[in-house]
């Protein structure tokens, strides 16, 4: 049977914000095409911009977990890993008054260890099938191109909300992708998916 009316549905995750620029940047865009992406928060930003933590989740979008202090939790003890994502959760909760079950370790780098305290603390570790590399290119129609041609139906695209160049490729392959048969969800309604 044809699905050909479901379309390609991607989430766009963005790591390592809010940033006070070009957070709002991005949540603008999203919210003028009504779609929803996830952001992997970063404790210690979300800290410094409670207001846009607020404003992500009153627009729809989902939030992740990126830990407190954004370092690599290999390197730590199975109390170090516990605290960098504890921290990162009770920030969240005291300014959201919600915690999110989605953790993506920095730098996507886990191992057993980084897996059992995640799951110990109620979290599914979650990163990405497109690598736009955008943090390495710091040009917008790289960005834009990397998205594009990478995507298909049921990816998750890393992004990061720290750049402008970032967020401008961003802009342009949503506006692109939008005049296709493309839909932008979050990376629960993709993962919702699996197995259906
Ligand atoms: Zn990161």
Known sequence: SSHMNDGNKIALTFDDGPHPVYTPQILDTLKEYGVHATFFLIGENAERNPELVRRI???GHEIGNHTYLHKNLKEHTSGGIYEEIALAEEVILRIADQRTKLLRPPGGLYDKLVC???HRLDYDIILWTVDTLDWKYRNANTVRDAIMSKSKDGSIVLLHDLHGTSVDGAIKAIEQMLAGDYE????????SRDGT
């Open 57 to 59: 989740l009153r627009e």
């Open 116 to 118: 059992e305290t995640a």
């Open 184 to 191: 932008f969800v979050t990376v629960t309604e993709i993962l």
